[in-house]
């Protein structure tokens, strides 16, 4: 996470897991991407729920995220399910995403960043796919704010389809999908929540 790590480190820091211990639900849909054996990146992964559910699926996962003591229970996370996985902490802010590394990023409710730093981020997540890699994005659209599900209040951090296009026009979209759905992931993310989904593939 960027931002303040305190924030997150102290929301982390109850015995509960902020947002669950189940995977994404929109990560677990798009399993046929999935390639055991092949290399995945979880962006802000936060306690771990879902670089966990991928290193489950045989992928070889690293998962980044700037608090430790999210990083701490993702470590137990991945312990307790029996799997091995790298956690490297990262600050994206700051971080060198590495070039061409892996062959699925994820990309979960990473929100906490405003434009500018979106911007930084969202070049980094195609330039760390290597050549037909895949990457998942889920988050809110600015109709979020009046559910008050979970997210951010600031409008500005919010996804919609055209910016999204527009983003990562460079890539082949293969799903860019707007829709309502109730989602139940802890105490962070429980209710009906504005969403939109993007599937994109780095060309080969």
Known sequence: MTGSENSWDRRYAQPDYLFGLEPNA????????LKPGSKALAVADGEG???????QQGLSVLSI????????????????RGVTMAFEEA??????WPEAAFDL????????????????I????????????????????????????GGPAAPQNLYT????????A???????????????????HDGVSALIDLVARKHA
């Open 49 to 55: 729920r879902n670089g966990v559910w991928l290193a």
């Open 26 to 33: 929109f990560l677990v849909r798009q399993s046929a991407h």
């Open 122 to 149: 969202f070049d980094g997540l195609q330039a760390a796919l290597k050549p037909g890699g895949v990457l998942l994005l889920q988050g809110y659209r600015p109709e979020q704010i009046a559910y008050g599900t």
């Open 65 to 80: 995220d700037n608090s430790p003591v999210g990083q701490a229970k993702a470590r137990r996370l991945a312990e307790s």
């Open 91 to 96: 600050n994206l802010e700051t971080w060198s």
């Open 105 to 120: 990023v994820a990309a979960i409710f990473i929100q906490f960043a405003p434009p500018a730093l979106r911007a930084r």
């Open 170 to 188: 460079g890539m082949d979209i293969l799903e860019l999908r707007s829709h309502d759905s109730p989602i139940h992931e802890g105490k962070g």
């Open 161 to 168: 389809e055209p910016m999204l296009r527009a983003a990562f």
